[in-house]
Nanobody, 124 residues
Framework: QVELVESGGGSVQAGGSLRLSCIAS????????MGWFRQAPGKEREGVAA???????SYAHSVKGRFVISRDDAKNALYLQMNSLKPEDSAVYYC??????????????????RGQGTQVIVSS
């Protein structure tokens, strides 16, 4: 079992930045694969970025060049630096983890463990 706790969401104007954090606790061998996905009202879950323990990083096309994912295994932490935010980035952002689901941002919404989510609102 893994517990994931996100923080760092909030409201920001278009063009602004936010940094999301996720702290993992519990059976950390279940965090080989970690990432972020988001869900806006009325929309499906969308993988945003992934960063596995082996150094593989990937991004959704919609955020590539604006978002940066990183992890600090010494702190059991995963981060998402979001720059040049757009109104369409508004959503609840979730941290997710799995032990063997595989790399790639597309897989992140299917990861076994997820946090409670943190709201991001970007106004125009």
């Amino acid at each position: 079992q893994v517990e994931l706790v996100e923080s760092g969401g909030g409201s920001v104007q278009a063009g602004g930045s936010l940094r999301l954090s996720c702290i993992a606790s519990g059976h950390l061998y279940n965090t080989n694969y970690m990432g972020w996905f988001r869900q806006a009202p009325g929309k499906e879950r969308e993988g945003v970025a992934a960063n596995d323990r082996y150094g593989t990083i990937s991004y959704a096309h919609s955020v590539k060049g604006r978002f940066v994912i990183s992890r600090d295994d010494a702190k059991n932490a995963l981060y998402l630096q979001m720059n040049s935010l757009k109104p369409e980035d508004s959503a609840v952002y979730y941290c997710a983890a799995d032990s063997y689901a595989g790399s790639g941002y597309i897989r992140v919404p299917t990861y076994k463990y997820r946090g409670q989510g943190t709201q991001v609102i970007v106004s125009s």
